[in-house]
Structure formats: structure tokens, C-alpha cells
């Protein structure tokens, strides 16, 4: 039985009478990216399937009580192991906790994944050119989808455009090369756009909705958002997903209902 449920955040605190919903994981790994970014990965029981896009719920013991929060799965579908890119919030009840994870730690993983941000809620129009727009952690289903052969044999271009503050923040930037190389051999039509929003010199440093209302975005791209092909998905501060989607509507293009329409989205919180 859940003690709270918060339905916007999917963060809550469970009471141990809920605890058969999870399974127990081992912590593989932890990558520390910055003081406030780390990766970790967990094994992956065989009863854990999702699809690139979705996210699991992760609990951490805080005294006698299961602490939960919704992480999107930065692995692919077909990898033996759960990759998580994770934010430190200093006085975040999880995640000021989660930061001291280490290897051989376990964590608790609900046995079901969630949620809609995925490639095949998409039907009409049809698939031709996919935008993903990420600020911060909100990178990690991009990286998942990706990692899926199906997103690059289905879409001629795929432009993943990852906003953060800082360069040190601009974590995953050499694998997201390395999965172009794997996963993308051979096409030709994959553009990665970093922006870096306290860098006056970066070459995009704006936020992403004024850089789609000055058409700086495209411009850096190369092409044009298109209401008869663009697929357009946006993760992470809900601020950043609020206003790019109102620049994005403004441009004719409107919210994926029932598998029609351009543009989806996901919330961290
Ligand atoms: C569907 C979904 C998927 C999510 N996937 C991820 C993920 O892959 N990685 C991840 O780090 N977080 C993710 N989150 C957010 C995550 O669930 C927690 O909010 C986060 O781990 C912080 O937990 P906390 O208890 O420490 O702080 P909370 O009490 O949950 O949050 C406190 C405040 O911290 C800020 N905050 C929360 N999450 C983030 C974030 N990711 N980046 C920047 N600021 C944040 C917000 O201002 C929030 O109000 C996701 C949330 C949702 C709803």
C-alpha cells in the first residue's frame, strides 16, 4: 500500500508493506560526472522489460522507509544491465542519499516500467525527421532510443539537442559520438547540438525557446521543423518543456494525441 502518491512527480515514499513491488538490484557501477551529475548502472532481473523512452521507479532505504523516484533508462532495451544518469540535489530526500552510492550497494527497482515518452506512440505523420530536446538528466531516454537500431533505420534525420549550463555538465558527449558510430554507421543524417546556456562563447547558449523563436536552432541544424514530418520530444525542466512546446506550437506544430501529431514530452518534476 502506498503511503502517498504524488501523481505529477511519481516520487513517493512507500511503506515497507509495498516492498514485494520491488526487486533488489546490485549497483555495477558509478560513474561521477560533476559534483551534482553521476551514472550508475544496476543488473537487470529478466522480468524487467521496457521499451527505449521509459522509466523505472528506483526506492533507496532512508532509516525504515522506501524512498522512491522515477528515473528514465539511459540502456537500451537489449543490454544485460540498467544505465541511470542522476542529478544530486543537496537537500533532495533521494537523491542526497543516492549520491553516496557504491558499487556492490542495492537499490530497489519496482518490477514494472512506466511511462509514454517512446518512438511508437508516434504514428502519424509518419517518421522522417526526429528532435529530441534535453535539458540536464533529461538526456538519459534519448540516449536509450539510440541505442535501438529501429530509431535510425526509421528516421533519415535524428537531431539530439542537449542543453546544460556548463561545458563539465555536457556529460555523455563522447558516447553519444560513440553510439552515432555504433548504432548510426552509415547514416548520414544525425546532428548532435550542444547548448551551453553560461557560456556567452558557446556556439548556442541561449535557451532552447528562444533559440527555436530565432530560428537559431534550424539554422545550426540545417533544417526546418515541419508539421507534415517532424517528430519533436522534449525532457526535463518542465520550465524548458513549457515554453519550447509554446514555441514550438507558435510554429504550427501541435501535441502527439493518440498517435497523431508532433510534439511529446515528459516532466522531471
Ligand atoms: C518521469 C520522470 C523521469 C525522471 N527521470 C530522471 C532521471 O533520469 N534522472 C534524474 O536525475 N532525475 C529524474 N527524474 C527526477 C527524479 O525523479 C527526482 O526528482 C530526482 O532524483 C531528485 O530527487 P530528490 O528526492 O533528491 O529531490 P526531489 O524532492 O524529487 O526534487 C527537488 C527539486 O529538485 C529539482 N530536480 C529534481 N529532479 C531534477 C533533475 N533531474 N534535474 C534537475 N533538477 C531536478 C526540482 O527543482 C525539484 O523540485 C525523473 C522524474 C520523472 C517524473
Known amino acids: 500500500m502506498l503511503a502517498c502518491y504524488h501523481e505529477r512527480s511519481l516520487s513517493c515514499h512507500v511503506e515497507i508493506m509495498s516492498i514485494e513491488k520491488f526487486s533488489l538490484e546490485k549497483v555495477l557501477s558509478v560513474h561521477r560526472w560533476t559534483n551534482t551529475l ?3 548502472t544496476l543488473t537487470r532481473p529478466a522480468h524487467f522489460k521496457f521499451t527505449a523512452g521509459q522509466f523505472a521507479r528506483i526506492g533507496l532505504k532512508v532509516g525504515d522507509e522506501l524512498v522512491v523516484r522515477a528515473y528514465s ?3 537500451s532495451p537489449f ?3 540498467l544505465e541511470f544518469f542522476s542529478i544530486v540535489v543537496p537537500d533532495g530526500a533521494f537523491t542526497s542519499n543516492l549520491q553516496h552510492l557504491q558499487v556492490g550497494d542495492e537499490l530497489y527497482l519496482e518490477k514494472i516500467p512506466y511511462g509514454f515518452l517512446t518512438l ?3 504514428q502519424l505523420p509518419l517518421p522522417h525527421d526526429l528532435w529530441l530536446l534535453a535539458t540536464g538528466t533529461g538526456l538519459a531516454p534519448f540516449i536509450s532510443m539510440l541505442q535501438d537500431f529501429d530509431t535510425w533505420s526509421k528516421y533519415k534525420k535524428i537531431n539530439l539537442v542537449y542543453s546544460v549550463r556548463t561545458a ?5 558527449a563522447t558516447r553519444i559520438e560513440e553510439i ?4 548510426g554507421e552509415g547514416h548520414s543524417g544525425f546532428k548532435f547540438v550542444p547548448i551551453i546556456t553560461r557560456d556567452p562563447n558557446a556556439a548556442l547558449h541561449d535557451r532552447l525557446p528562444v533559440l ?3 530560428g537559431e536552432l534550424e539554422k545550426a541544424v540545417g533544417l526546418q ?3 507534415e514530418s517532424s517528430h519533436v520530444m522534449l525532457c526535463g525542466n518542465p520550465q524548458m518543456v513549457e515554453d519550447t512546446k509554446e514555441a514550438l506550437k507558435a510554429r504550427g506544430l501541435i501535441m502527439n494525441r493518440r498517435g497523431e501529431g508532433n510534439i511529446a514530452v515528459e516532466n522531471y518534476w
Open 120 to 122: 511508437t506512440r508516434y
Open 79 to 81: 543490454d544485460e544491465t
Open 225 to 227: 521543423f515541419n508539421t
Open 180 to 183: 552515432a558510430a555504433t548504432f
Open 168 to 172: 563539465s555538465e555536457l556529460a555523455y
Open 212 to 214: 527555436i523563436e530565432n
Open 38 to 40: 553521476f551514472s550508475f
Open 73 to 75: 533508462v539511459v540502456s
